[in-house]
């Protein structure tokens, strides 16, 4: 299957899990999929992004080798926010290697502290943060003064997840 030409125009969500299918468990077509992320133009690296969770939804391993190169693709300037999107939220429901958690961690403050960061992507910035600090007090109360300032004026999502947070911190904490 050549996942260029498929993303080349927005695949169908049915057509989207089919090729979630054949990418399966194979570690090779993973691979392929990544790469369209980090060098395809605008539109093949979006919408393959997209379909990241879905790969992640049956086989969760097949992230952890490309996480550092996920990472290093957020630097990019002017990247697309379904990019960004998709991969803070593969940061949020994978296990990030100890030597990558310092720059998974400045970019997710980055987005949580950005007013104009999609309310998606600043979720699961929060949740990557939680994950990343459960063992570091003052990352997580760094965390937790982050949210509340952000709660007043913060979407429903927003809201919703942070209020989540917060008490996990509050269990952590011991408060």
């Not at 050549?2 to 695949?11: G, H, M, V, Y």
């Not at 600043?122 to 949740?127: E, G, K, N, R, S």
């Not at 300032?149 to 008490?167: F, Q, V």
Request: hydrophobic share 40%; glycine share 8%; with cysteine.
């Amino acid at each position: 299957m050549d996942l260029q030409a498929e993303f080349s125009k927005r695949p169908s969500r049915a057509r989207a899990l089919e090729i979630a299918a054949y990418i399966g468990d194979s570690p090779a077509r993973f691979a392929q999929l990544i790469g369209l992320v980090l060098t395809g133009d605008d539109t093949v690296s979006k919408y393959a992004s997209w379909l990241i969770s879905h790969c992640m939804q049956a086989n969760p391993q097949l992230v952890r080798p490309h996480i550092g190169a996920l990472i290093k693709n957020l630097e990019k300037p002017k990247l697309s926010g379904s990019v960004v999107r998709s991969t803070v939220k593969a940061l949020a429901e994978t296990d990030i290697p100890p030597d990558l958690q310092g720059h998974a961690l400045q970019h997710c403050f980055d987005f949580l502290l950005d007013p104009k960061t999609e309310v998606a992507i600043q979720v699961h910035a929060m949740q990557t943060i939680f994950n990343i600090s459960k063992n570091e007090p003052d990352l997580l109360r760094e965390l937790q003064m982050v949210i509340e300032e952000g709660m007043p004026h913060g979407t429903a999502g927003y809201r919703a997840r942070g209020k989540r947070i917060l008490k996990g911190i509050g269990k952590v904490l011991g408060n």
